[in-house]
């Protein structure tokens, strides 16, 4: 899956343009959304993120996806689920210290982040601690109930 994971680095930019426009489709099918209920909705959707996210990004499902700061570098398949910048054990030929067959996945987010620079190097943006209550939940939907201000949204015990 690595290889997916790097080509989808390399390919940031169009792909996080893609996802802006399958954001923009949801927020517009949200009322419908709404009426059929999250939580109904929420394993369908886990799976589409599996064939979809999954796939293109090797996403781990954490159900608070930070893709968009990490240049599509899901920070989840570092071995230390390091969520703000690499730990000090990074190989001088970037790979990682745990696992030295492939990249390290804060180095993969630098590069990401480079190609989305007219975003504003969103890779500063310091990150909360992960919720583990959301892992395997859907990152879509939880981020489309952010968006359009669903208060239950905000705790993590509707989901
Ligand atoms: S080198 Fe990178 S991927 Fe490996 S454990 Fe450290 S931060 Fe995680």
Same mark, same amino acid.
């Given at each position: 899956?690595?290889?997916t994971?790097?080509?989808?680095?390399?390919?940031?930019?169009?792909?996080?343009?893609?996802?802006?426009?399958?954001?923009?489709?949801?927020? /517009?099918?949200?009322?419908?959304l709404?009426?059929? %209920?999250?939580? =109904? &909705?929420?394993?369908?959707?886990?799976? *589409?993120?599996?064939?979809?996210?999954?796939?293109?990004?090797?996403?781990?499902?954490?159900?608070?996806?930070?893709?968009?700061?990490?240049?599509?570098?899901?920070?989840?398949?570092?071995?230390?689920?390091?969520?703000?910048?690499?730990?000090?054990?990074?190989?001088?030929?970037?790979?990682?210290?745990?696992?030295?067959?492939? /990249?390290?996945?804060?180095?993969?987010?630098?590069? %990401?982040?480079? =190609? &989305?620079?007219?975003?504003?190097?969103? *890779?500063?943006?310091?990150?909360?601690?992960?919720?583990?209550?959301?892992?395997?939940?859907?990152?879509?939907?939880?981020?489309?109930?952010?968006?359009?201000?669903?208060?239950?949204?905000?705790?993590?015990d509707?989901?």
């Open positions: 899956m690595s290889r994971r790097y080509w989808s680095v390399r390919n940031a930019r169009w792909l996080k343009t893609l996802y802006a426009s399958v954001e923009w489709l949801l927020i /517009k099918a949200n009322p419908l709404q009426k059929i %209920g999250y939580e =109904r &909705l929420d394993r369908p959707f886990v799976r *589409i993120e599996k064939m979809t996210k999954g796939v293109l990004l090797d996403s781990q499902s954490c159900g608070q996806c930070i893709v968009s700061f990490t240049g599509l570098s899901c920070p989840m398949n570092c071995p230390k689920a390091m969520r703000n910048g690499p730990c000090g054990g990074v190989r001088d030929d970037g790979t990682c210290e745990v696992k030295p067959d492939m /990249k390290c996945v804060w180095v993969l987010a630098w590069e %990401g982040n480079k =190609r &989305l620079s007219n975003d504003g190097y969103p *890779i500063q943006v310091v990150q909360p601690p992960m919720d583990h209550r959301l892992i395997g939940h859907s990152a879509w939907l939880r981020e489309l109930r952010l968006k359009t201000r669903d208060p239950a949204a905000a705790s993590s509707e989901i």
